[in-house]
């Protein structure tokens, strides 16, 4: 059974920055790509960073320059650091195993003055 736990979410003011960690249980996480998801209210799930396993990376345009998206095999965890914070950055936020297979419960983002 492969469980996916995501964790690092909370309130922070425009400008700031937060990690968020995804930890994957079980012994197939160095062989899959990983995914950072986000909805925000009423719109659908994108994509915010993908991450081989090899480590090639890949970033939606709105995020580009301001997350980086990084992985620790031996640890079997994903992160994501968001810098330069934005309101229009509020969302739930998904960590998604090989192209979502596996989902987290998701960690929500919230970036308010």
């Known amino acids: 059974q492969v469980h996916v736990v995501e964790s690092g979410g909370g309130l922070v003011q425009p400008g700031q920055s937060l990690r968020l960690s995804c930890v994957v249980s079980?012994?197939?996480?160095?062989?899959?790509?990983m995914g950072w998801y986000r909805q925000a209210p009423g719109k659908q799930r994108e994509l915010v960073a993908g991450?081989?396993?090899?480590?090639?990376?890949n970033y939606a345009a709105s995020v580009k320059g301001r997350f980086t998206i990084s992985r620790d095999n031996a640890k079997n965890t994903v992160y994501l650091q968001m810098n330069s914070l934005k309101p229009e950055d509020t969302a739930v936020y998904y960590c998604a195993l090989n192209y979502g297979s596996y989902w987290g419960q998701g960690t929500q983002v919230t970036v308010s003055s």
């Open positions: 079980g012994s197939i996480f160095s062989i899959y790509r």
């Open positions: 991450i081989s396993s090899g480590g090639s990376t």
